[in-house]
């Protein structure tokens, strides 16, 4: 079991930044995929990044590609999103999602889900 907590959100300005943390609880979090993805109203939930369990590996969203950037610390049991240049089509409430076996863009394959927090971004 892995519980996760989403920390970061606010409302920022076009062309400014945020950090998003997802701290999780339980001794395997090293194990698992990390995932990060976000839902906009009236939307369907959408893949950002994901980053493999070791952090070997990271893929991202097209959209985000270049400006938002996923990390993981094992040791604090967490990751992160760090957003650069945001834009308004970036407001969204943003999750954080986790797996012991998936490394994928797909809702689905994720079995554990943080709670969301809001980002907002003004033009």
């Known amino acids: 079991q892995v519980q996760l907590v989403e920390s970061g959100g606010g409302l920022v300005q076009a062309g400014g930044s945020l950090r998003l943390s997802c701290a999780a609880s339980g001794r395997t979090f090293s194990s698992y995929t990390m995932a990060w993805f976000r839902q906009a109203p009236g939307q369907e939930r959408e893949f950002v990044a994901t980053?493999?369990?070791?952090?070997?590996?990271?893929d991202y969203a097209d959209s985000v590609k270049g400006r938002f950037t996923i990390s993981r610390d094992n040791a604090k049991n967490t990751v992160y999103l760090q957003m650069n240049s945001l834009k308004p089509e970036d407001t969204a409430v943003y999750y954080c999602a986790a797996d012991p076996r998936s490394y994928g863009r797909r809702t689905y394959e994720y079995d554990y889900w943080g709670q969301g927090t809001q980002v907002t971004v003004s033009s």
């Open positions: 980053i493999s369990w070791r952090g070997g590996s990271t």
